[in-house]
């Protein structure tokens, strides 16, 4: 990319996502993890369709979840990189959280949505509900925008909450090039297992005072 194209990092604004800038954090979103393994193999080989389905499910989470709070960089009124944060005792949703996000589920298609359900029941079998944690995810920067540093300046923030709170953090991730990345963070590896077929690594991060 050309250097004059690329955000400088002083220029980037980290907060809380305002309601108003949804439609662009589920951009960034779609696009980022475009090809993150678990994607492939729950949306299938269409990168289009990729897309497509993640920003549906994204747009479910943020615009129906109360309990989402998350944070996004910001480059001259751009969304450029964004987490879902849910804050603790939130992160598996209720009968009525489930219900909220049938219709963003169904209109992937029934095979689809059965690969999301597995997905995502797979991920909450294990979750550490005996640790109260801030749950992160999905974390994205945009795709032409990786490499910079925007993804580092989200989790600093979103540890400095974990820290101020005394909040435990927990993530899940299918890439193994990002465990290290969150090691960089505190985070530790506590499991490690296929969710449908892809393998995938559990870590949490202590609050430090
Ligand atoms: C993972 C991600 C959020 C990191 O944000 P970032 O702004 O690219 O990362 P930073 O520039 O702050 O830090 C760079 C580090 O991120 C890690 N990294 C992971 N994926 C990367 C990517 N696609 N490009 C560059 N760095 C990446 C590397 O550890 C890298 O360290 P290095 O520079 O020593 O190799 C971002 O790359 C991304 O959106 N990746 C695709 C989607 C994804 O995997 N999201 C996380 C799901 S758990």
Redesign the pocket.
Known sequence: MPKAERPSIDAIEVRDLRREEIPQAVGVLAR??RD?PLHFAAYGVDPEQRVRSHALLVRGLFTTSPHQRPIVAVHEGRVV?VTGVAAPGSCQPSGLGKLRQLPALLTLGPRTAVRVAKWVSGWAALDPKETTHAHL?????DAH?????????IMREYCRRLDTDGHHGY?????R??V??YQRFGFTLIAESPIIGVPNWFMLRPPTS
């Open positions: 980022g993890m993150n990189g995810g999905p974390l994205g920067v925008l990786q490499g910079m540093g925007i993804g580092s300046l993530l899940e991730t299918d890439k090039e990002n290290a990345f």
